[in-house]
C-alpha cells in the first residue's frame, strides 16, 4: 500500500513540476513610432519567427502603438505593419522601443542590447567580406579568374564566420538571440552544404531551441545533407518529362556518365542566368562526346511556368519537372540554384557548385578518372 501511496505522489509531483514549467513565461511590452500616416488607424502585429505565428497585435493612434503581454518564452520575433511595408526585428522582453527604420529595436532590455551588439558585429564582419570582394574584383575583372578567387578565399571566409556565429549560439543557447544567430549560422551552412558546420551549430543548442519547429526541421535538413553528401549514392527523384512522360534521376545517372544535376525553378532569376551563361555552354561543348549529361530538376515550381521557363530559355538536356518539393527534402536544399557533379558510377562527387567551378570541377573529376583508368 505504501509504494502505491509512493508511486501516486511522485507521480504527482512530476505532473506539478511539469505543469509549473510549463506555465513559465516572459512578460513582454512593445512600443514605437509609425512615420507612415496612412497606418493611422489600422493595425501591427507581433509574430514569431519560428512558427510564424501572429501572437498579438495593436491599433496605430497618433502615429505611435503599444502592446503588451506574455509569452511562452523569448522569441526571436518581429513587428509587421498591416501594409506590409515595414517591419522591425526583436526579442520579446519588457520595454521593447521597436525602430522601422534599421528594423531593429532601438532600445529595450538586457537581451535587445545583446541582440543590437551581436547586429553590430555581425554587420560590422560583412563589411569586412565586402570590402574583400571589391578588392578582388578590381585585381580580377575577367567574372571566370574573380570567382576563382573568391573560391580560394571562400573556407579562410568561412572559418572566421563560423567561429563566430558559434561563440554567439554557446552563449544564449536557450533564448531568442541563440536562435536568431542559429538560423542565420543554418542558412549559412546550408546553402554551402557545409555538414561538419551544420551539426556544430546544431549541437550548441539548449533543450528549448532544440525543440522549436525549425530546429526540427533543420535536423531533418542535417539527415539528408548526411544521406546525400559527397562520396554516397545519388539518391532517385522521380517526376515527369516536359512532354509528360514519367521520368526519374536514375535513367540518367549511375549509367557510367558524368551527371551535372541542376536544381531550378522558373521564378529563380540565378537559376536562369546560371542555365544562360553556364550550363548553355557547357552542353554545346559536352552534348555529343558521351562523357557528361546535364539534367535539369525543376522544383518548387508550376508545370505551365517551368514549361514557358523551358521555352524561353531554349534549353536543350533533359529535364524532369512537375517534382514539388520533394527532391529538396531528399537532398537537404534549402536554395536554389542547387548543383551537384554526379560520377559514372552513381556517387556524389561534389555539391554546391556555381559559375566558372562547374567547369573546373567537371574538368578534374574528369582527369581523375583518366588517372585511375590510365587512359
Known amino acids: 500500500m505504501n509504494r502505491i501511496v509512493l508511486k501516486y505522489c511522485a507521480a504527482l509531483l512530476l505532473l506539478l513540476s511539469g505543469g509549473s514549467a510549463a506555465q513559465a513565461q516572459t512578460s513582454y511590452s512593445v512600443s514605437g513610432r509609425i512615420d507612415d500616416p496612412e497606418m493611422e488607424g489600422h493595425k501591427v502585429y507581433l509574430t514569431i519567427y519560428d512558427t510564424g505565428t501572429r501572437i498579438d497585435s495593436a491599433i496605430v493612434q497618433n502615429r505611435a502603438f503599444h502592446m503588451a503581454g506574455t509569452a511562452q518564452t523569448s522569441y526571436y520575433a518581429r513587428i509587421d505593419q498591416d501594409n506590409m511595408r515595414e517591419y522591425a526585428n526583436l526579442i520579446l522582453e519588457d520595454s521593447v522601443v521597436a525602430d522601422f527604420k534599421t528594423h531593429l529595436p532601438v532600445s529595450g532590455g538586457p537581451l535587445n542590447r545583446s541582440f543590437l551588439a551581436y547586429r553590430e558585429q555581425i554587420d560590422s564582419i560583412a563589411g569586412i567580406i565586402t570590402q574583400k570582394r571589391e578588392a578582388l574584383l578590381k585585381q580580377y575583372p575577367d567574372k571566370k579568374d574573380f570567382e576563382q578567387e573568391i573560391a580560394k578565399n571562400t573556407p579562410c571566409i568561412h572559418q572566421m564566420l563560423y567561429g563566430f556565429y558559434s561563440k554567439w549560439i554557446q552563449s544564449h543557447r536557450n533564448d531568442g538571440i541563440g536562435f536568431a544567430v542559429w538560423q ?9 552544404c557545409e555538414l561538419k558546420a551544420l551539426k556544430q551549430f546544431y549541437s550548441l543548442l539548449g533543450p528549448d531551441l ?20 559527397v562520396g554516397e549514392l545519388f539518391c532517385d527523384i522521380e517526376g ?25 525553378a522558373s521564378w529563380c532569376g540565378p537559376c536562369r542566368e546560371e542555365g544562360r551563361e553556364t550550363l548553355k555552354p557547357l552542353w554545346k561543348k559536352y552534348k555529343d562526346n558521351g562523357k557528361l549529361n546535364i539534367i535539369g530538376i525543376a522544383v518548387w515550381d508550376e508545370q505551365k511556368n517551368t514549361l514557358k521557363a523551358i521555352n524561353e530559355e531554349s534549353y536543350q538536356w533533359p529535364q524532369i519537372i512537375r517534382t514539388g518539393m520533394k527532391p529538396m527534402e531528399q537532398y537537404g536544399i534549402i536554395g536554389i540554384p542547387h548543383i551537384l557533379l554526379i560520377g559514372p558510377d552513381g556517387t556524389i562527387l561534389t555539391r554546391g557548385l556555381r559559375g566558372a567551378q562547374i567547369e573546373k570541377t567537371i574538368q578534374e573529376e574528369m582527369n581523375k578518372q583518366k588517372n585511375i583508368k590510365g587512359d
Open 184 to 192: 542565420e549560422a543554418h542558412t549559412q551552412a546550408a546553402l554551402n
Open 210 to 229: 532544440k525543440s522549436s519547429e525549425t530546429a526540427r526541421k533543420a535536423a531533418k535538413t542535417i539527415t539528408a545533407l548526411e544521406t546525400t553528401s
Open 240 to 264: 515527369i518529362t516536359p512532354e509528360g512522360q514519367p521520368a526519374r534521376l536514375s535513367d540518367y545517372a549511375g549509367k557510367g556518365e558524368f551527371v551535372l544535376v541542376d536544381f531550378w
